[in-house]
């Protein structure tokens, strides 16, 4: 089932490019609008930064040294982790042939430089309210799993659940990004924040309870464990 994303959630947006005043222009605007930006100037560095915190959405230009924007996306698309990222494509290549490449890489969207700011804004709203519906309602729902984030709440079969503010949190980020893999260092990041030191073995101590919370009365487990790569909120039994 898919999640509902709520205003109260700020997007972590990695663009990138490697015009550093594009760059620039980019993180001022997006940010000016309320997403948190993430840079990348080479395919490399892309790859490195999203493995250490997957991005809500890329953006990603298609001329990149060491590694192009179309190998990118590919690479993206073909790992289980990262398979379902939005991507928008950034690119002079404006011809019809190039954008039908770019979207059958797995690229969201396309947007031709030079490109209007809020326009850019605007497409990368659309494309998360098209695939990250959780970003802009007041509730998160998944499996017989429903969050409320106005009243702090959350219910699962209608039976009220009692969450520590960690697991709720934990809770929250999971259900938001329904069905991806998550490693512990990454669940450190989104949970705790990156200005905390604990040990990756926080996150286990944490997820038991969550499970043992939610679990309560024999119901049916919707955490996944990925053996050697974390966790996952998965339907599949």
Known sequence: MTPAVTPYVTPYVLVVDDEADLLTLVRYNLERDGFEVGEAMDGEEAM??????????????????????????????RSAATQSLPIIMLTARGEESDRVRGLD??????????????????????????????????TIEFADVTMDLAE????????????????????????????????????????????????????????RRLRRTLNAGGRRDIIRTVRAAGYALDQQP
């Open 48 to 77: 490195l930064m999203i493995a250490e915190r997957c991005p809500d959405l890329v953006l990603l230009d298609w001329m990149l040294p060491r590694l192009s924007g179309i190998e990118i996306c590919r690479r993206i698309r």
């Open 152 to 207: 702090y709440r959350v219910t699962r079969d209608g039976e009220a659940v009692r969450l520590a503010p960690t697991e709720f949190r934990l809770l929250r980020h999971f259900m938001e990004h329904p069905g991806r893999v998550f490693s512990r260092e990454q669940l450190l990041d989104a949970v705790w924040g990156r200005e905390i030191y604990l040990e990756p073995r926080t996150v286990d101590v944490h997820v």
């Open 105 to 138: 890489c797995g690229a969201d969207d396309y947007i031709v430089k030079p490109f209007s700011p809020s326009e850019l804004a605007a497409r990368m709203r659309a494309v998360l309210r098209r695939l990250r519906p959780a970003f802009e309602a007041e």
